[in-house]
C-alpha cells in the first residue's frame, strides 16, 4: 500500500495531519504495542483528510445511509466511488459535475463540504481482513431505544453547506449518483445556527436553550490531531489500532437521539441547571461565571453537597483519562408533527443528530456513552432512538477516488 504524500492529494485541507511528537499526547502503551511517540519506520505524511471533517460544520446538513444492492460487487463499487469522489469533488470546487442538469445550481458552494463513510458490509465486500474491529454496532445501551429506520448502513454520505438551497441540489446528485447501486436506509437533515447570526467565536444553542459545544476540542488544538486521526501504520493517539487503508482517516459514530421539549418545559431554571452542571444562561460552570471556566467539582455548598451534581451531564460526561475524549460534531432536528393539537400535546418531534469523530469509537465513544447510560440527569428528556458507526478513509489522491487504499 503505498502511501500517498499530503500535498498530492486533490481535497488538500488547511494542514494536513502529522503525528510529530509535538502533536500528540503521552498515550498510554496499548493492546497493539503501538507507539505513536515514537516514529517508526512506516512514519510518514498522511494523506489529507476528506474535508468535511475539518471544516467549522456549515448552517445546514444531511447525512445520508444507503445499502449496497445484492448484485453490487467489488469492481462495480469501485465504480460508484470514483463517480461519487469525481462529483464530489467539482461540487466543493463550485463546479457542475458532468451530467447536472442544473449547472448554475453548482456556482455557490457555500461552504459546501461532502464527506463519505464506510460501513461494515462495504468493507467486508472489498476486503475483510481489513475491516477494523470497531467498525460493527455499538454495544446496546440500557437507555436505547433505537429504530432500525434510524441505524446501520454500508455507505455514508455527508453532504453540509451553509445554503439550503446548494445543499438541496448537491444532495439530488449524490442521489442520483447513487441510486443504480444502492437503495436509502435513512436520510437526516440538521441545521445550526444561520451563518453570520452568531458573532463569531459563540457557542450555538440546542433546542433545549443550552449553549451545547463548549467543552470540545478542535482542529488546531493541541490534541485534536491524536485524538481523532488513525496515524501512519494505523497507530492512534488514543490507543487501539486500525488498518492501513485508515491512515489519515477517522470514525465517526452517529447517534439520533430524541429530546422531549414537552416535559422539558415542566423543568424550572434551577432544574435545568443542575441537569448540566451548567448555567442555561451563559453556559457557565455552576461553579463559575463564565462559558470557558473549568468547572469544580469538588466545590461544595454550605450543605455539604457538591455544587454540581456528580450525576449531571458534563461531571458523567467528563473522564479522567485524557484520551477518552471525542470531536462532538451536532445539527439539530425539529420536524413537524401533523394532526396534533389540544393543552398538553406534543407538538414537537425534535433533537440532536449527535455525531461524534474520534480515531477509535470504542477507546473513545463507547466509554463516555457507557457512564451516560449509567447514570445522568439528562437521561430524563432524552432517548436515542438511532445509531450507526461509519469509518472515514482521507480524501482521495488526485485522480482517485476515496477509499482506494482499502482497494490496495
Ligand atoms: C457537554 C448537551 C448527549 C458528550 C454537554 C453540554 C451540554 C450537552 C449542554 C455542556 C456544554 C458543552 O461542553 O458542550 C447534550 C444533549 C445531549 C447530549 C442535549 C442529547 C440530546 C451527549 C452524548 C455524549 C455527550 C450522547 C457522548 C456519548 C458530552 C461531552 C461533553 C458534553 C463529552 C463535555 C463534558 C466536559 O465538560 O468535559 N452536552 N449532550 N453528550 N456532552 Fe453532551
Redesign the pocket.
Known amino acids: 500500500t503505498a502511501m500517498l504524500a499530503a500535498g498530492t492529494a486533490v481535497q488538500a485541507a488547511a494542514s494536513p495531519a502529522t503525528f510529530g511528537t509535538e502533536t500528540v499526547p503521552q498515550p498510554d502503551a496499548n493492546a497493539a504495542g503501538s507507539d505513536v511517540t515514537e516514529p517508526t519506520a512506516s512514519t510518514g505524511p498522511l494523506p489529507a483528510p476528506q474535508r468535511g471533517v475539518l471544516a467549522e460544520p456549515p448552517a445546514h446538513a444531511v447525512f445520508i445511509a444507503v445499502d449496497l444492492a445484492p448484485e453490487v460487487d467489488r469492481a462495480r463499487l469501485e465504480k460508484l466511488l470514483r463517480i461519487l469522489t469525481n462529483d464530489a469533488n467539482r461540487l466543493m470546487a463550485g463546479y457542475a459535475p458532468v451530467g447536472d442538469q442544473e449547472p448554475q445550481m453548482a456556482e455557490v458552494p457555500a461552504r459546501l463540504t461532502i464527506t463519505f463513510g464506510f460501513g461494515p458490509k462495504l468493507v467486508d465486500l472489498v476486503n475483510p481482513d481489513a475491516k477494523p474491529d470497531w467498525l460493527a454496532p455499538l454495544p446496546a445501551f440500557a437507555i436505547d431505544r433505537l429504530e432500525e429506520q434510524w441505524s446501520g448502513g454500508d455507505l455514508l454520505v455527508y453532504v453540509a453547506s451553509d445554503d439550503p438551497l446548494t445543499l438541496a441540489h448537491a444532495q439530488r446528485l449524490m442521489l442520483k449518483d447513487l441510486r443504480a447501486y444502492t437503495t436509502i436506509r435513512w436520510q437526516q437533515p440538521g441545521f445550526r445556527n444561520a451563518r453570520g447570526s452568531l458573532k463569531p467565536g459563540t457557542?450555538q444553542r440546542?433546542l433545549?436553550g443550552?449553549?451545547?459545544?463548549?467543552?470540545?476540542p478542535r482542529p488546531g488544538d493541541e490534541d485534536f490531531d491524536a485524538l481523532v486521526w488513525i496515524g501512519s501504520g494505523g497507530t492512534s493517539g488514543t490507543g487501539g489500532s486500525a488498518p492501513q487503508w485508515l491512515a489519515g482517516g477517522t470514525s465517526f459514530v452517529l447517534?439520533r437521539?430524541e429530546?422531549n421539549l414537552e416535559t422539558w418545559d415542566e423543568v424550572d431554571e434551577p432544574g435545568r441547571d443542575a441537569a448540566?452542571?451548567?448555567r442555561l444562561d451563559s453556559?457557565a460552570p455552576l461553579t463559575g461565571s463564565h462559558e470557558f471556566e473549568e468547572?469544580d467539582f469538588e466545590a461544595l455548598t454550605p450543605q455539604g453537597f457538591t455544587v454540581i451534581n456528580p450525576v449531571s451531564?458534563?461531571a458523567r460526561?467528563?473522564s479522567e483519562d485524557p484520551a477518552e475524549?471525542?470531536h462532538?460534531l451536532t445539527y439539530n432536528y425539529d420536524h413537524p408533527v401533523m394532526g396534533v393539537g389540544g393543552i398538553g400535546a406534543s407538538v414537537s418531534n425534535s433533537?440532536?443528530l449527535?455525531g461524534?469523530l474520534q480515531a477509535n469509537p470504542l477507546t473513545q465513544?463507547v466509554p463516555?456513552?457507557q457512564r451516560?447510560a449509567d447514570a445522568d440527569l439528562?437521561n430524563e428528556w432524552?432517548v436515542?432512538i438511532g445509531s450507526a458507526v461509519f469509518a472515514i478513509p482521507p480524501a482521495a489522491s488526485r485522480g482517485g477516488f476515496v477509499g482506494e487504499n482499502l482497494y490496495a
Open positions: 457557542t440546542n433545549f443550552q449553549i451545547d459545544g463548549t467543552v470540545n447517534r437521539i429530546m448540566v452542571g451548567r453556559g468547572p451531564h458534563i460526561a467528563r475524549r471525542i462532538r433533537g440532536l449527535f461524534s465513544f463516555i456513552q451516560l439528562l432524552t436515542p
